[in-house]
């Protein structure tokens, strides 16, 4: 268990709508990052962090951003959420897990439903 | 072309069978990942590997880095080993991940 939460867990919102969801580690953890996992397309990187108030797109950043104010916590919006943003999101730090190099442990994921 | 590619998409063994699942790559990677989601469940990292082989119970996984290529065997398996499993690789300077779509497997009893 790498000590992270993700809130909400579910959301159903408005087409329109601005939503934040918010990822919350407990072990200082330096990267962290944010993926969306579609059907027929995996998980896909959206946004990632490697330290507060250092961030970088990932392959599918348009429409959304972060912000990294505190170690702690990363958050993920939707500025205007449109229907295609609807998803399961799943956030996950990295923790270096011997010779092998960085590992990476997810969150439990946020179902967002968008109307 | 995908830079992950798994095979099969979907597999369905009866119980007790020897399970193999294939991921194949197309760039430098530093380790390789394996992972499972069970149904409306959360990512369950299984393995990181950069070489030879890693075992875990009844779980072997396996990377030939000339070949590009690694596997996820199951062993024995069981009606709870039903997920998906997914392989993703580690590449590039930021160390970012690249998965697979996903092996759906289900064991029946």
């Known amino acids: 268990d790498a000590g992270i939460t993700q809130s909400p867990r579910h959301k159903v919102t408005e087409t329109g709508t601005p939503v934040t969801l918010r990822c919350h580690q407990t072990?200082?953890?330096?990267?962290m990052y944010w993926y969306r996992q579609d059907p027929g397309h995996g998980l896909r990187l959206i946004h990632y962090s490697y330290g507060v108030k250092d961030t970088d797109k990932g392959e599918v950043s348009d429409g959304y951003s972060v912000s990294r104010s505190k170690t702690e916590d990363f958050l993920l919006t939707l500025e205007s959420a449109t229907s295609s943003q609807t998803s399961v999101y799943f956030c996950?730090?990295?923790?270096?897990?011997?010779?092998?190099?960085?590992?990476?442990?997810f969150g439990p994921g946020t179902r967002l439903t968008v109307l | 072309k995908n830079e992950v590619e798994q095979s099969p998409q979907n597999l369905t063994a009866q119980e007790g069978e020897f399970i193999t699942i294939n991921c194949s790559y197309s760039?430098?990677?530093?380790?390789l990942h394996w992972l499972q989601q069970h149904p409306g469940g959360g990512i369950v990292s299984l393995f990181m590997l950069s070489s030879g082989k890693k075992k875990h119970g009844r779980l072997i996984a396996t990377i030939n880095i000339q070949e590009k290529h690694s596997s996820l065997h199951i062993t024995a398996s069981h009606p709870r080993d039903s997920a998906v499993y997914i392989c993703?690789?580690?590449?590039?300077?930021?160390?970012?991940?690249?998965f697979g779509k996903g092996t759906k497997l289900s064991v029946k009893p």
């Open positions: 993703a690789v580690m590449s590039g300077s930021q160390g970012n991940l690249i």
């Open positions: 760039v430098g990677i530093s380790a």
């Open positions: 072990e200082n953890h330096r990267y």
């Open positions: 996950a730090i990295s923790e270096l897990s011997g010779r092998a190099g960085y590992e990476q442990f």
